[in-house]
């Protein structure tokens, strides 16, 4: 664990206040070991310690596989599954140099020598492949092609994954006979720091001509449903969302913001059935095609994370499905 843990807004020091370091490192919470530089926003840290031994129980890595960890961090992880499998079978990668040194000195310590390599993740390692096991510990929108290809045919590939409406779900997909591509299901509700390259951005437009209505759902079904928001996530993948909860609107509600770059919605929370509780611009009516979503989501029964999977093909495609692969979500 590192020396600084940052936590409630601020940096706690081992050499300064061991006390209230040794409770954290020692608790079952995620634990921020960096932040973006001039933000508070976290750039790596120390997972939740059951979240990590549910995701090494879906990993089920046995003797003699060689596993790519992607996202080394403080490289507990790392540690882990050397001891399991011994650190000749573990690559790690890492995108930031400093935090792969401090890694690697970190488990070299413990007499731990996996290999820990800097680079961009999401490329893999070409070098150490095939592995039999993947292990992401950063959430993806997209599985790139190239960890798929360098995974023998039955590997898992375990990944937390998310939309910019809903982050999200950990994936478990097994690579196919003929490895172009991975299927499998949704088998834990997690949240994890984005890929750096693949953080949500909804850029910047313009909000004209717009358009006011009713709701026909409340937006509080939305917000508070993680499963109802990661399935219309899925089904609306380029949507990005906020929940709002302040009273600045005129009606002191708050709202629930949803765009896509180009076009724009939001719903007043309170008062979600008023005449112009939803305001709408741009080609799209995004709250429409949310409401749709929603209502695919209760007709099909009000689905959990463990109906919903996934399969990517290593030709880029991303298929979202419902209690089996060919039950594609439309």
Request: charged share 20%.
């Amino acid at each position: 664990m590192p020396t600084r843990i940052y936590h409630d807004g601020e940096w706690i020091d081992r050499a300064t206040g061991p006390s209230r370091w040794s409770e954290l490192a020692c608790s079952d919470l995620p634990l921020v070991t960096q932040l973006y530089e001039g933000t508070d926003t976290p750039s790596s840290s120390s997972s939740m310690p059951t979240v990590v031994a549910t995701m090494l129980r879906h990993l089920d890595a046995a003797d003699g596989m060689r596993v790519l960890e992607v996202g080394t961090g403080t490289g507990w992880t790392a540690g882990l599954l050397s001891r399991r499998l011994g650190a000749v079978n573990v690559v790690s990668i890492e995108v930031d140099a400093a935090l792969a040194a401090d890694a690697r000195a970190r488990l070299g310590a413990l007499g731990l020598r996996p290999r820990v390599v800097v680079g961009d993740g999401m490329l893999g390692h070409p070098a150490g492949a095939p592995f039999q096991r993947l292990h992401l510990t950063a959430a993806v929108q997209q599985l790139p092609a190239a960890l798929i290809e360098q995974c023998e045919p039955g590997a898992v590939i375990l990944a937390p994954y998310g939309t910019a409406f809903c982050n999200g779900a950990l994936a478990r997909l097994t690579v196919a006979a003929d490895g172009k591509s991975a299927s499998g299901p949704f088998v834990a509700d997690v949240a994890f720091m984005w890929v750096r390259n693949q953080r949500p951005c909804s850029g910047a437009f313009d909000i004209e001509d717009v358009r006011y209505s009713r709701s026909e759902i409340d937006p509080a079904t939305i917000a508070d449903n993680t499963d109802a928001s990661f399935a219309i996530g899925l089904r609306m993948p380029y949507l990005f969302r906020q929940s709002i909860w302040a009273s600045y609107d005129r009606y002191g509600t708050g709202r629930f913001e949803i765009w896509d770059g180009v076009s724009y919605a939001h719903c007043r929370l309170a008062d979600w059935q008023g005449e112009h509780a939803v305001s709408q611009s741009g080609p799209r009516n995004l709250w429409d095609e949310v409401t749709a979503a929603y209502r695919w989501w209760q007709r099909h029964g009000g689905p959990d994370l463990s109906r919903l999977g996934l399969t990517v093909t290593t030709a880029g495609e991303h298929r979202a499905w419902l209690d089996d692969p060919n039950h594609v979500m439309r």
